[in-house]
């Protein structure tokens, strides 16, 4: 790997660059492996941090799901290296949301948001550029549950992506919407938080993509620069006075960081927010010296396990006249007994939630944010809202795919546990059969983590997991 001569000469005089690490360690085949576990979706083995594999698991060798943890990543609680490598699209329990596979430097957002942000409110954030769902995930296990978190992309396929990954997550106060930056200036002040991974030359991603490598030029930096400027000039208004900023991406490039933090404070009339890494864990990750006080971070593969990143948090200053009606009084469905009566058969706790309906489906949403999302509605491209129940047909509930990966399902629902060969033959829609099961909807599990629907017919297994979606 030949790194380009421009890169390292813009790299000179940064703080704490070493160029003979640095070019050594893009040398390396074998990169950093990392996971990222869920809060919402533990499994036995993970209870207690520890995700190594059984004995069996081990047997499987380069096939075994998830790989045997080598240590917590020391600025994400549940992030963890793996030893090596694993084939995760053959795991179920990367299907059933148990773990999110996500890169150790960018996990260190959670670090920056429990230092800046106030997590204990219910606040409302906006993660901006967010698909595949790493940032998303991430955010969306600090948040309380009256909370709410916007995750947009524009590219509209992403947008599918990142609806499935949240999908996987379980949780109803997350809209997925797929909507030019410029789109949201018109909610003025409504943010509390925005979170911008900009796309950027990605030059800290050049160990995981020679096409990136193949790609980079001091052009293409300059470019990326005056396009994050617009994406974040664009959004601006929609962050509220006081509000955190919270801005990150995998480059090295001076130009795409640090000169984007100085823009911001110039001309938007922001102020840096420091981050104070008292750990003795963390300073060692980070290869700092006795204390950690800084307003941005840089991470180099040479002095971290991970990949290049860079990340800084800032307050947004100057105040916006809000426009954008914050809150309402919560739409109740009492009246609409019937349908409660059949969600009540699927949701736990229905009586505490509410639901709107679109197109004949159904989405179940806390009551706290009812209003809030109808008014989105009428602003933004809306790709996922809650957790789609499915359809009524008669007296009875179709359930959708959200449902069955969703934290809400009633215990009372049929359960069918599949063995890990049950499971891989569910997720690539192959015929199997299944001994002695109940007739009728029944949610197929894996470690007790929903998959997905099956209908368990006198002589066959209808398999409702989504066709798009299998492996």
Not at 61 to 84: D, F, H, M
Not at 211 to 235: H, P, Y
Not at 347 to 368: A, G, M, R, S
Request: glycine share 6%.
């Amino acid at each position: 790997m030949k790194i380009p001569q421009a890169l390292i000469d813009s790299l000179q005089n940064m703080k704490d660059f070493q160029e003979e690490a640095f070019m050594k360690v893009h040398q390396q085949t074998v990169l950093p492996t990392s996971i990222r576990l869920s809060p919402f979706k533990p499994i036995e083995k993970w209870k207690n941090g520890d995700a190594s594999p059984s004995q069996q698991e081990r047997d499987l060798g380069a096939n075994e799901p998830t790989g045997e943890v080598v240590s917590q990543i020391p600025w994400c609680e549940k992030g963890r290296y793996l030893a090596t490598r694993s084939k995760f699209t053959f795991d179920p329990l990367l299907h059933a949301g148990a773990y999110f596979v996500q890169e150790a430097s960018a996990m260190f957002l959670e670090t920056v948001l429990k230092q800046t942000v106030d997590l204990s409110k219910d606040i409302k954030v906006l993660d901006l550029c967010a698909a595949p769902g790493g940032s998303s995930t991430l955010i969306n296990s600090l948040l309380t549950p009256e909370s709410l978190l916007i995750s947009n992309e524009v590219i509209r396929s992403r947008a599918n992506i990142l609806s499935d990954n949240l999908t996987r997550w379980g949780t109803m106060n997350t809209v997925v919407t797929n909507n030019d930056p410029k789109d949201f200036a018109r909610l003025t002040g409504f943010f509390d938080v925005l979170v911008i991974d900009a796309p950027s030359s990605d030059s800290g991603l050049f160990r995981k993509s020679s096409e990136i490598l193949k790609e980079w030029s001091l052009e293409n930096v300059t470019t990326c620069a005056l396009r994050q400027k617009r994406i974040i000039g664009d959004i601006w208004a929609s962050l509220k006075d006081g509000g955190t900023l919270i801005y990150s991406m995998a480059s090295y490039s001076k130009a795409e960081n640090e000169d984007i933090i100085d823009w911001i404070c110039e001309e938007l009339g922001a102020s840096n927010l420091t981050i104070n890494i008292d750990n003795p864990i963390l300073q060692a990750g980070l290869n700092a010296e006795a204390s950690l006080t800084q307003s941005s971070f840089r991470f180099y593969p040479d002095q971290i396990k991970g990949e290049g990143f860079f990340i800084a948090a800032l307050k947004k200053q100057n105040p916006e006249k809000e426009t954008f009606v914050r809150s309402g009084k919560p739409i109740k469905n009492n009246s609409r007994r019937t349908e409660r009566e059949i969600f009540r058969t699927w949701v736990d706790d229905i009586d505490n939630f509410t639901w709107f309906d679109k197109n004949e489906d159904y989405f179940l949403i806390n009551p706290e944010h009812e209003h809030t999302i109808r008014l989105l509605q009428s602003s933004l491209s809306i790709r996922k809202a809650g957790v789609k129940m499915g359809k009524i047909a008669g007296k009875d509930l179709i359930p959708d795919h959200e449902l069955a990966l969703s934290l809400y399902l009633s215990e009372n629902i049929n359960r069918r546990e599949l063995t890990r060969e049950e499971a891989i033959s569910y997720l690539r829609k192959d015929d199997f059969t299944l001994e002695q099961a109940q007739k009728g909807w029944s949610l197929m599990t894996f470690e007790n983590l929903g998959l997905g629907w099956a209908k368990i017919l006198q002589n066959r297994i209808n398999n409702y997991y989504p066709k798009e979606l299998k492996i």
